[in-house]
Nanobody, 125 residues
Framework: QVQLVQSGGGLVQPGGSLRLSCTIS????????IAWFRQAPGKEREGISCITNNNSTYYENVVKGRFAVSRDNARNTVYLQMNSLKPEDTAVYYC???????????????????WGQGTQVTVPS
């Protein structure tokens, strides 16, 4: 059974940094692409970044240049490094398996994919 377990997150001042982790279990990460989403209070869940099994990365404009996604297959873990955080980055962040990153495929929420439990990131204004 595939599971994603997230860690990291918390409270950080504007301009600060945080790193989120997403560890897969039950399978090896090597063959999986992983997407990152976030859901702010009162808003829909939105895709923000994706990394393929071949290490290609994708970013949406709201995080491009500030966030960086990476993977460590030996640790079965994907990371989301978040820098220059802003109050509008406040949200619950989720990782998810995805069949594809390209063409905006990963931006669509698919219930049959495996999701992490979510982790709160708070950047006070």
């Amino acid at each position: 059974q595939v599971q994603l377990v997230q860690s990291g997150g918390g409270l950080v001042q504007p301009g600060g940094s945080l790193r989120l982790s997403c560890t897969i279990s039950g399978v090896t990460l090597t063959y999986y692409s992983i997407a990152w989403f976030r859901q702010a209070p009162g808003k829909e869940r939105e895709g923000i970044s994706c990394i393929t099994n071949n290490n290609s990365t994708y970013y949406e404009n709201v995080v491009k240049g500030r966030f960086a996604v990476s993977r460590d297959n030996a640790r079965n873990t994907v990371y989301l490094q978040m820098n220059s955080l802003k109050p509008e980055d406040t949200a619950v962040y989720y990782c998810s398996t995805t069949a594809l990153c390209s063409g905006g495929y990963y931006l669509t929420i698919r219930d049959w994919e495996t999701w992490g439990q979510g982790t709160q990131v708070t950047v006070p204004s």
